[in-house]
């Protein structure tokens, strides 16, 4: 009876280890790492793109910018000259939001 046990035995390891190696082979779905965020779009001036000075820009030429409409562009053209573009935000003609996304595409030049 131990011949047949030893037998038995060896036979349940051997399928054991196969069912195991099998089961390694098998690919486990792991969760999807997390995608990273994007970074943000910056726009700026391509190289051939001139930049539009706030400080001489025509009130159709501002509202074209994102962001900046008809009451926004009158009170850019209002608050002239600027020393910086930044004074936009400074001043509170527009808000922080739009002058990121149009920071890229303006200048205040001085005369």
Not at 91 to 106: E, H, S, T, W
Request: glycine share 8%.
């Amino acid at each position: 009876m131990s011949m047949k046990k030893s037998v038995f035995g060896l036979c349940l390891a051997t399928a054991l280890a196969i069912s195991g190696a099998a089961m390694a082979q098998t690919s486990q779905t792991a969760p999807a790492a997390k995608a990273a965020k994007p970074a943000p779009m910056m726009m700026t001036a391509s190289p051939g793109t001139a930049l539009l000075d706030i400080n001489t820009a025509t009130k159709d030429q501002l509202v074209a910018l994102k962001g900046v409409g008809e009451k926004r562009a009158t009170d850019i053209i209002a608050g002239r000259p600027y020393k910086g573009k930044d004074e936009l935000v400074q001043k509170k003609i527009i808000p922080a939001a739009v002058y990121a996304d149009i920071k890229g595409q303006i200048v205040a030049k001085q005369k």
